[in-house]
């Protein structure tokens, strides 16, 4: 499970583009990188990303299919929603978001549900050199078994450098939820929980460009039994449509 935002939306508003979509592919070598702990293979995921700006204000969309169940099937779909709206000339957006999936058990036939979140906050979008920036703060509610209620503070960012031949892009999310996700037995308290995908791209053409990025992440990967920082890298390629 991957949370990507490339496509910043202060970028698209300054640059005024009608629509923006991308198919991404990595190949993620974790299971090499840190065994069994982490995946049971190195598998594939396939990205699809949707940016739409209109009058009333933005929409961004992502859904992500890890190639990772028996057959090299698909074994894990999660997708997340976000839509910010403007407001006259009033410098905060109101932000709502859906994030959720489903997933298979390499080897078995169970299934799970990844637990839905809904946020709800205010985006801001700003410049910083050549960086196009965005940030938001919002309320999140997480749908464990028993509901957690947090924060999230997201940053995203992209440029374009070298007369577009290289592009950089990525987000950090940084959030809280329980420590306890049940509601049973005496475990209290909140967890703090970091991700973040920076990525760089070399773009051959207009549409087709080759790169990688790294998923950055503490309390993230097998974040009920272990507390610690991990750094996995992607070879990929993206179709800009």
Not at 16 to 27: I, K, R, S, V
Not at 106 to 116: D, E, H, M, N, V
Not at 211 to 234: C, D, H, M, Q, W
Request: hydrophobic content about 40%; glycine content about 8%.
């Amino acid at each position: 499970m991957t949370r990507k935002m490339i496509l910043s939306v202060s970028l698209l508003l300054v640059i005024g583009a009608a629509n923006a979509q991308n198919l991404q592919l990595h190949f993620d070598p974790r299971h090499t990188l840190c065994g069994n702990d982490v995946a049971p293979v190195n598998y594939l995921t396939g990205t699809f990303e949707m940016f739409k700006p209109d009058r009333w204000g933005t929409t961004f969309m992502f859904v992500d299919f890890d190639f990772n169940f028996d057959k090299r099937n698909i074994g894990l779909v999660y997708g997340e929603i976000a839509r910010e709206f403007m407001i006259g000339n009033f410098p905060l957006r109101p932000h709502i978001e859906y994030n959720g999936g489903l997933g298979l058990v390499r080897g078995t036939s169970a299934s799970y549900s990844i637990p839905s979140s809904y946020l709800a906050g205010f985006g801001y979008p700003f410049r910083l050199g050549n960086f196009f920036m965005g940030t938001y703060v919002a309320y999140k509610l997480n749908a464990f078994p028993k509901n957690s209620h947090d924060v999230q503070w997201t940053v995203t960012w992209t440029a374009n450098l070298l007369k577009n031949k290289l592009s950089l892009g990525g987000f950090m999310d940084l959030w809280t939820e329980n420590k306890n996700l049940t509601g049973e037995g005496d475990l209290t308290g909140k967890r703090l929980i970091l991700l973040s995908e920076p990525q760089i791209w070399y773009n051959l053409t207009s549409h087709f460009s080759a790169g990688s990025e790294i998923e950055l992440s503490y309390n993230f990967v097998n974040k009920f039994t272990e507390s610690r920082f991990r750094a996995l890298p992607t070879l990929a390629a993206k179709w800009n449509f």
